[in-house]
C-alpha cells in the first residue's frame, strides 16, 4: 500500500514563496499522472494541478501562472512550487491520484498566507 507524506507548508506574507513536497513510499514510476489538491473549511476539495509520466502539467485557473507542479522519480517525489502567494491559497493541501482512483490521504500539510 503506498503512503504519502506532504511537507514543506508554513506561515508567509502575501507575495511570497512555499515549496511543497510529497514522499511515496513506493517508486512512482508506474504512476501516469498525479496531482496536488488543497482544500479549506467549509468547501469542496480543488484538485489545482496534475503532471503525468511524460512531463505534461495542467492547472487550474485559480493558481494558473503561479505554481509550478514537478516530480523526481528517482525520490519518489512530486513537488508544487508556490509564488506570489495570495491569502486566498490558504488551505491544506494533499497529493494524490487524481482521476478515477484514490490512495489513502496523507496528513496533508497547511498553507497560511496573511495580508
Known amino acids: 500500500q503506498v503512503q504519502l507524506v506532504e511537507s514543506g507548508g508554513g506561515l508567509v506574507q502575501a507575495g511570497e514563496s512555499l515549496r511543497l513536497s510529497c514522499v511515496a513510499s513506493?517508486?512512482?514510476?508506474?504512476?501516469?499522472?498525479i496531482g496536488w489538491f488543497r482544500q479549506s473549511p467549509g468547501k469542496q476539495r480543488e484538485l489545482i494541478a496534475t503532471i503525468t509520466s511524460g512531463g505534461n502539467t495542467h492547472y487550474a485557473d485559480s493558481v494558473k501562472g503561479r505554481f509550478t507542479i514537478y516530480r523526481d522519480n528517482a525520490k519518489n517525489t512530486v513537488y508544487l512550487q508556490m509564488n506570489s502567494l495570495k491569502p486566498e491559497d490558504t488551505a491544506g493541501y494533499y497529493c494524490?491520484?487524481?482521476?478515477?482512483?484514490?490512495?489513502?490521504w496523507g496528513p496533508g500539510t497547511q498553507v497560511t498566507v496573511s495580508s
Open positions: 513506493g517508486t512512482i514510476l508506474s504512476i501516469d499522472s
Open positions: 494524490n491520484l487524481p482521476y478515477d482512483y484514490r490512495w489513502k
